[in-house]
């Protein structure tokens, strides 16, 4: 009898709890994950929960049962978790003739793909329209390769068509994606009125086509800031008039040039935030990775 009480209270002594707190490890039995045979409810794996981080147990605000289970004698932790949500997300782009002049080309081109990557890597669903007043071309793969193969090689055929205004396109896509939600639109462009009449657009049409959008609008300013390489004589080409001039660059020129368009951002800056709205800007390629940190970090201390 004195052996089988001993032997007894051995077995309750080596609890989980006493061992871990020891120190010691104990093994993990891995199961593999089957299914049963026969129809299911889903075609596919569910967007499962993500780790978010580990806190101190609160009394009275956590649910005891949500204490985990693997936690140190007197001292109770809660694991919180969240859903891996896929967002839907829509790149409108410019290809407008005024977007062809190389400084302005150069960093739309690598913007576009820079959010290609950074979103397609973030597991979100990108859905890229090029558009003009004639076409809209629709990029829409099941993988990056070659969302990003067929990008860059249509980015570098240069070939542009007569401009559409952005609110224009914007009505276009209201339109066109009835059924299918977007929960971000990036419209890139330079914002430079195409016609006489875009110039009188008012803050009040602009609230009525983002009502009908589905997601938040995250406008995209290309600009440009010429460089001192320019002067001399250069021959300019406007693709949407086909007229061609040659004119001369002189540091002051290029000075004014550089100021008159550094106002034209601040108008659309002012104009933007009018409307409640985060932007980017980008004028060289360096601006285009800390554009999206900073709007990464506006949208994450909104949501929080």
Known sequence: ??????????????????????????????????????????????????????????????????????????????????????????LLCDVSGSMAFPPKDLVRSLSLLQLTYSLWRASDRVRTILYSDSNREVFEERNLKTQMEKLSSRLGQHSWLEGQGPLDALQASCLRSRGCRDDLIFLMSDFSPTTAAEKL??????????????????????????????????????????????????????????????NRVLKLESFFRSLGLDYLIVRQQRDIYPQLTKLKGLRRRRRS
């Open 1 to 90: 009898m004195h052996t089988k009480k001993s032997s007894s209270a051995t077995v309750s002594i080596l609890d989980k709890r006493r061992l871990q707190a020891l120190g010691v490890l104990l093994q993990i039995k891995l199961k593999s994950l089957t299914f049963l045979p026969g129809r299911h409810p889903l075609g596919r794996a569910g967007e499962g929960m993500r780790f978010l981080r580990t806190r101190p147990y609160e009394p009275g605000e956590d649910k005891p049962r949500d204490i985990d289970k693997f936690s140190l004698p007197g001292k109770y932790w809660v694991n919180e978790w969240e859903a891996e949500v896929r967002a839907s997300i829509l």
């Open 201 to 262: 657009i008012t803050t009040q049409e602009w609230r009525s086509v983002l009502r009908r959008l589905s997601g938040d609008l995250v406008p995209v300013i290309v600009s440009f800031r010429l460089s001192h390489d320019f002067m001399g004589s250069i021959k300019l080409w406007d693709p949407e008039r086909k007229a061609q001039r040659l004119t001369f660059l002189s540091p002051k020129r290029i000075d004014d040039i550089n100021k008159q368009e550094m």
